[in-house]
């Protein structure tokens, strides 16, 4: 790789992931929940979006399908990742989003219409202080007075623990020979070697050897994008914030609705030292403190305006909410960042019973007699909850839906027919949402069938079996073609039953 990287990691591309966390009905939602009136034109489906630093341009991609009366401009000096990204934007005939082969310095001197919203995924810790600055200056110059950014970085003091493996997998990565992924594999190994001895900064710090082990599991992608590039910077909340003041933006909240509620994270006592702070940063920053939080997803405003309590009321009370799971597959108890959270059947019965008959505001859950008597503010931390749990999801308004679903049928047939080759983003559009759905290799197999007429494990097992897959029932491997046809039958079955009616009210299938 030459000298274009400017230090970022090369010669090894970024893993394929769509992100949820900036469709826009969700950052209508969690600005709404924190008070900002949020911008018209992301409510309405016609905005303006960029992603700098977009990967291969997946999230951006779907979201273009979602969305034909928006346009998006997405873009990455990896030309390996921008030419993925235009073969997928030319397949599904998009024709609302660029795919710029542009270094954020090139990006910077572009000019083009005004942005309402901007996504920094993976990128405001990992590339350098130069780089930020030229970000900053995009948005100083380009967002839009309302606009919203959302960014995501390594926040301290939960990144500390990372700082000594880093340095390790940097170092033991520089050395021996191999390609990066067996030098990484490698490398990987050899901590876990080191932390299995025990002893010293290993026995000492939490979450190091857990970590550890997570990363055997990763993907070579991710710990060279992770970890390896030259810059490497983790912050606390307050210099990001004082950072992202000099283009006039304002921290606006957490993108995650759940992280808003600060009695779901913090003890009272907790709760009330953070109220002892100087400003908002001191205060988010404390929180951190408190909860040694190692990656923080934000939101900031330019030019924000706040709502008053009746107006945010009445937003709420507007929004609508679609359940991504069926209902008869709601947890009664929820993993979250914080612990177990038990989900009371007297509130999530109702509740799951009410949206598995459809997207509803929070208004018409509210007009129900056995919501009503839960009261107001647990149905709404009950949507907060399912929604950050990628359970539920705020939907888009009603207008507009016909176009989107035309768009939403155009990209979801396009990415369809690549789950025959596993050249997948792993998600599918959804006009209702306005944002993606994911879905298994099978799944889009068994639906890409359908749409062919074609008899659906027969040829889910034809795509499978070319890639060499064999599938696996009870922790048995299933030998043979016709133990795993049979498998495929069973679990076509099954789809028809349970996730079928999902995909088809989310308008995916
Ligand atoms: C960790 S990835 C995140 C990708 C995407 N936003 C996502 O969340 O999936 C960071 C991306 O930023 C790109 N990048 C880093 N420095 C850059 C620069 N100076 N100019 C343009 N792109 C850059 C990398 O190529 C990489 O694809």
Redesign the pocket.
């Known amino acids: 790789m030459g000298g274009w990287t400017?230090g970022?990691v090369g010669g090894i591309d970024?893993?394929r992931?769509v992100?949820r966390d900036w469709s826009p009905a969700l950052l209508c939602f969690a600005l709404t929940l924190r008070g900002w009136r949020p911008p018209e034109a992301l409510r309405r489906g016609g905005f303006t979006m960029a992603?700098?630093?977009?990967?291969?341009g997946?999230?951006s991609a779907l979201l273009a399908g979602a969305h034909p009366a928006a346009r998006f401009e997405a873009?990455?000096?990896?030309p390996s990742?921008i030419a993925g990204a235009r073969r997928l934007a030319a397949d599904a005939g998009l024709t609302n989003a660029e795919f710029l082969e542009?270094?954020?310095?090139d990006?910077a001197r572009r000019d083009g219409p005004m942005l309402d919203a901007v996504?920094l995924?993976?990128?405001w810790s990992?590339?350098s202080a130069e780089?930020r600055a030229i970000l900053l200056e995009v948005l100083r110059r380009r967002l839009t007075p309302g606009g919203v950014v959302f960014v995501s970085y390594n926040a301290l003091p939960g990144t500390l623990v990372h700082m000594p493996l880093r340095r390790l997998l940097v170092e033991r990565c520089a050395e021996g020979d191999g390609s990066l992924p067996d030098r990484i594999a490698r490398a990987v190994e050899f901590a876990a070697r080191l932390a299995a001895q025990g002893g010293g900064w290993f026995a000492n710090t939490d979450g190091v050897v857990e970590r550890i082990e997570q990363l055997r599991h990763k993907s070579p992608n991710y710990i060279a994008?992770e970890y390896l590039n030259g810059d490497w910077t983790a912050f606390y909340h307050a210099d990001v914030a004082r950072e992202l003041a000099t283009a006039k933006l304002e921290f606006a909240g957490a993108a995650v609705p759940m992280e808003q509620l600060d009695d779901l994270t913090l003890s009272p006592t907790q709760q009330a030292l953070a109220t002892e702070a100087r400003d908002p940063a001191q205060a988010e920053t404390l929180r951190d403190m408190m909860t040694n939080r190692s990656f923080r997803r934000d939101l900031f405003v330019k030019g924000g305006e706040r709502l008053g309590p009746a107006e945010r009321r009445l937003l709420l009370g507007e929004t609508r909410f679609a359940l991504l799971v069926a209902a008869d597959d709601l947890p009664d108890v929820a993993s979250t960042p914080v612990g177990r959270l038990p989900f009371p059947r007297a509130l999530y019965h109702p509740l799951g019973e009410a949206l598995a008959e459809g997207p509803q505001s929070l208004d018409a859950l509210l007009a129900r007699p056995a919501l009503a008597a839960q009261g107001e503010d647990a149905v709404l931390r009950a949507l907060v909850l399912l929604t950050s749990l990628s359970l539920a999801s705020p939907v888009m308004p009603e207008d507009g839906l016909a176009d989107r679903k035309a768009s939403c049928d155009r990209f979801n047939a396009a990415v369809l027919d690549r789950h025959r080759f596993g050249d997948t983003p792993g998600q599918l559009a959804s006009p209702l949402l306005g944002a993606g759905v994911p879905v298994s290799r099978i799944e889009a197999l068994f639906l890409l069938a359908a749409s062919l007429h074609e008899e659906p494990a027969a040829f889910a097992w034809r795509h499978l079996s070319a890639d060499g897959i064999v599938l696996g029932r009870d922790g048995e491997r299933c030998e043979g073609n016709d133990a795993n046809r049979a498998e495929l039958t069973r679990r076509h079955a099954s789809f028809t039953q349970r996730r079928l009616s999902l995909l088809n009210g989310l308008g995916v299938a």
């Open positions: 400017e970022y970024y893993i992931a992100y992603e700098p630093g977009c990967g291969h997946l999230t873009m990455d000096f990896n990742h542009e270094s954020f310095a990006y996504a995924h993976g990128v990992w590339v780089n994008h």
